[in-house]
């Protein structure tokens, strides 16, 4: 079972260049999102899912697109990186319910020059 | 006032002392609490959910104090494999859906 899985693990990106943040979950769950995490600020929620077809914006959803034709796949679009956007990403999911803790990939560390 | 609140730390600990995290959080319409650990460089994983009459797992036990607003989670008999960052989690029902917020994590260091 292989989780959550993102890619790539690291990306170094041009101010203005655009880049799309794949992840993918085998685990049939309804739930994902997709967070930053900065030193100090904790993780912060860009975009969630609620399942295929449905998206909504987090808490800092400005710069980032999301889509979600599957429920398996929820890729994190930037459209013109800016180096405020150099973080670590991580994608999430989890199952409806309460109660249910969510299950994080691998993160992706990302810089903007 | 942050909604979800850790002390940084670091907590420098020897190894085999027991070391307690608290983390309060401001609303009290929050419903689900969490424990999760986080190694320097990789992911959250969860390390326990936080029931309201106690709950413990091994070594680790986390409590929830709804009146005060905090839960707390102890470590007894530290190894120096729990190094790691402990993040607070917590869950509350909001009108866009589940709304998770994040602590900023405490810092633990077992030494020898």
């Known amino acids: 079972n292989a989780g959550v899985t993102q890619t790539p693990k690291f990306q170094v990106l041009k101010t203005g260049q655009s880049m799309t943040l794949q992840c993918a979950q085998d685990?049939?769950?309804?739930?994902m999102s997709w967070y930053r995490q900065d030193p100090g600020m904790g993780l912060r929620l860009i975009h969630y899912?609620?399942?295929?077809?449905?998206?909504d914006q987090g808490e800092v959803p400005n710069g980032y697109n999301v889509s979600r034709s599957t429920t398996e796949d929820f890729p994190l679009r930037l459209l013109s990186a800016a180096p405020s956007q150099t973080s670590v990403y991580f994608c999430?999911?989890?199952?409806?319910?309460?109660?249910?803790?969510?299950?994080f990939g691998d993160g992706t560390r990302l810089s903007i020059l | 006032r942050k909604e979800v609140e850790q002390d940084p730390g670091p907590f420098n600990v020897p190894e085999g002392a027991t070391v307690a995290f608290n983390c309060t959080y401001s609303?009290?319409?929050?419903?689900?609490f969490f424990w999760y650990r986080q190694d320097c460089r990789k992911e959250p994983k969860l390390l326990m959910s936080?029931?309201?009459s106690g709950n413990e797992d091994g070594r680790f036990t986390a409590q929830l104090n709804r009146a005060s607003q905090y839960i707390s989670l102890l470590i007894r008999d530290s190894k120096l494999s729990d190094s790691a960052t402990y993040l607070c989690?917590?869950?509350?029902?909001?009108?866009?859906?589940?709304?998770?917020?994040f602590g900023t994590g405490t810092q633990l260091k077992v030494e020898l």
């Open positions: 609303n009290s319409a929050s419903q689900s």
């Open positions: 685990m049939n769950h309804e739930y």
């Open positions: 999430a999911s989890r199952p409806t319910g309460e109660g249910q803790p969510q299950h």
């Open positions: 989690v917590v869950k509350r029902i909001t009108g866009g859906g589940n709304k998770l917020t």
């Open positions: 936080v029931y309201s």
């Open positions: 899912s609620v399942g295929a077809g449905i998206t």
